[in-house]
């Protein structure tokens, strides 16, 4: 079975600072794989898309960005924290079969910029 | 473009009653997906069911849904709302198999009182 798996849970951080957010997949080989953010209470916006390694396309600019290193896994990342990034963020993947991009959503890392 | 509209952002009802969440969509494809997720308080969306075939009922966990191509709808419905039916409800699109993520609708909160 596929497991899907994000870290940190949680974070408290500063205005300025960098932050790097990460997530891994295992059991699925050449999974695509997404960042979501959610604002407290609000929709899923989609940050990023990304199909194989080393590829990665922005859908939204918010000062953020993504990067996979490896097949099973994606990074997000930013130099300087806005509070606007404060916020719920989601990893996850859909398999590339008929499954009509059917995506699975990890725990969620939770970030809270002071 | 593509889009996810649903109508209610907050239902709130008594416990036993019926529910029934409205989605509706636009896409020029012939062949969408319509996806139901629901969101618990602090986790992370899970998928709750899915549709592509036009005029067949798909259920789970009590919950069921018709995808209705003529009218570019995929109600939810439940028979009889449980307190841990609470939660946050979003219906996706995926407009063709192979594109790049799903398309979320806002949102609709339920509520469920004793």
């Known amino acids: 079975a596929q497991t899907i798996h994000q870290w940190p849970v949680a974070e408290i951080k500063a205005v300025g600072s960098p932050l790097s957010l990460g997530c891994t997949i295992k059991g699925k080989s050449s999974p695509n794989l997404y960042w979501y953010w959610q604002a407290t209470g609000g929709t899923l916006q989609q940050l990023f898309y990304s199909i194989t390694v080393g590829q990665v396309e922005s859908v939204v600019q918010l000062n953020l960005s993504a990067s996979r290193p490896k097949d099973d896994q994606f990074i997000l990342s930013t130099e300087k924290l806005l509070l606007s990034h404060s916020g719920f963020y989601l990893c996850?993947?859909?398999?590339?079969?008929?499954?009509?991009?059917?995506?699975?959503f990890g725990e969620g890392s939770r970030l809270i910029v002071v | 473009g593509d889009s996810v509209t649903q109508t209610e952002g907050l239902v709130t009802l008594t416990e036993g009653l019926p529910v029934m969440l409205n989605c509706t969509y636009q896409t020029i494809y012939s062949n969408p997906f319509l996806f139901w997720y629901v969101q618990h308080l602090n986790e992370s969306p899970r998928l709750l069911l899915k549709s592509f075939t036009d005029n067949k009922r798909t259920e789970h966990q009590g919950f069921h849904a018709t995808l209705h191509k003529s009218s570019s709808s995929f109600h939810l419905q439940k028979s009889s709302a449980q307190l841990s039916d609470s939660a946050l409800y979003y219906c996706a699109l995926s407009p063709y198999q192979g594109g790049r993520a799903l398309i979320f609708g806002t949102g609709t909160t339920v509520s469920v009182s004793p």
């Open positions: 996850a993947w859909s398999a590339r079969d008929n499954s009509g991009n059917t995506l699975y």
